[in-house]
């Protein structure tokens, strides 16, 4: 079902601050645009970044913030539906990363509910 424009808008800010989050390296921001909930389950591409809770979500996420000197994210292709009070987005993703004076630019695709 197409969302409102009222939930689309929100959902475009809270990617912002995702992207912002990433590029100031802040952890706790980064952890303040989940729910917290126990079974909160997040699946990145690596093997080992299927994380439950927000404990292992701030693991992974901290890990990657210490590891890059920079990460630049950029989300194209937001798609947003909802209906009552779930939404779901999907986007496609380019992570620019710098790790010990290499640049990289990571592709992927990310969902969220």
Same mark, same amino acid.
């Given at each position: 079902?197409?969302?409102?424009?009222?939930?689309?808008?929100?959902?475009?800010?809270?990617?912002?601050?995702?992207?912002?989050?990433?590029?100031?390296?802040?952890?706790?921001?980064?952890?303040?645009?989940?729910?917290?909930?126990?079974?909160?389950?997040?699946? /990145?591409? /690596? !093997?080992?970044?299927?994380?439950?809770?927000? /404990?292992?979500?701030?693991?992974?996420?901290? !890990?990657?913030?210490?590891?890059?000197?920079?990460?630049?994210?950029?989300?194209?292709?937001?798609?947003?539906?909802?209906?009552?009070?779930?939404?779901?987005?999907?986007? !496609?993703?380019?992570?620019?990363?710098?790790?010990?004076?290499?640049?990289?630019?990571?592709? /992927? !695709?990310?969902?969220?509910?």
């Amino acid at each position: 079902m197409e969302a409102s424009k009222e939930i689309v808008s929100a959902v475009h800010e809270i990617l912002k601050n995702m992207a912002q989050a990433y590029l100031d390296k802040d952890l706790e921001g980064m952890m303040q645009l989940y729910v917290p909930d126990p079974d909160l389950v997040a699946i /990145g591409a /690596g !093997r080992d970044e299927w994380v439950k809770g927000l /404990g292992e979500l701030k693991i992974g996420y901290n !890990r990657d913030m210490t590891q890059a000197d920079k990460i630049e994210v950029d989300f194209e292709d937001v798609t947003v539906s909802s209906s009552g009070n779930v939404a779901w987005v999907s986007a !496609r993703m380019a992570m620019d990363v710098n790790v010990e004076n290499n640049e990289i630019t990571i592709f /992927g !695709r990310l969902s969220k509910i």
